[in-house]
Nanobody, 124 residues
Framework: QEYLVESGGGGGQPGGALKLACAAS????????VSWYRQAPGRERVLVAS????????DYADPVKGRFAISRDNDKNMAYLQMNSLRPEDTAVYFC?????????????????WGRGTQVNVSV
């Protein structure tokens, strides 16, 4: 089962904008913290932006601060990454991640969900 499915990737020009979407299903999305990661060719996957379950708190990696915005719509089980002022170094595969913590009384469980990623290419 695919719990997270990303969309919205593609080609963008420097200075342009793209909006990625992440559709969730099969778990209680509204209780999860969501993050976007990216992985450039030959590099490790790195955290880009995070948002808590209520959408009240967001965090960004320094390279994207002021340019990217993460958001979510718990009614639609969707998360988004608005990418503005694109740069060639934003080229990467972007992955959606959701982390759900379950309180089972005697212990807690962490569940990590990942999408397959969507390619973003920024070039002239």
């Amino acid at each position: 089962q695919e719990y997270l499915v990303e969309s919205g990737g593609g080609g963008g020009q420097p200075g342009g904008a793209l909006k990625l979407a992440c559709a969730a299903s099969g778990f209680t999305f509204s209780n999860s913290d969501v993050s976007w990661y990216r992985q450039a060719p030959g590099r490790e996957r790195v955290l880009v932006a995070s948002i808590d379950s209520t959408g009240g708190q967001t965090d960004y990696a320094d390279p994207v601060k002021g340019r990217f915005a993460i958001s979510r719509d718990n009614d639609k089980n969707m998360a988004y990454l608005q990418m503005n002022s694109l740069r060639p170094e934003d080229t990467a595969v972007y992955f959606c991640n959701a982390v759900l913590f379950l309180d089972l009384g005697t212990h807690g469980e962490r569940h990590d969900y990942w999408g397959r990623g969507t390619q973003v290419n920024v070039s002239v």
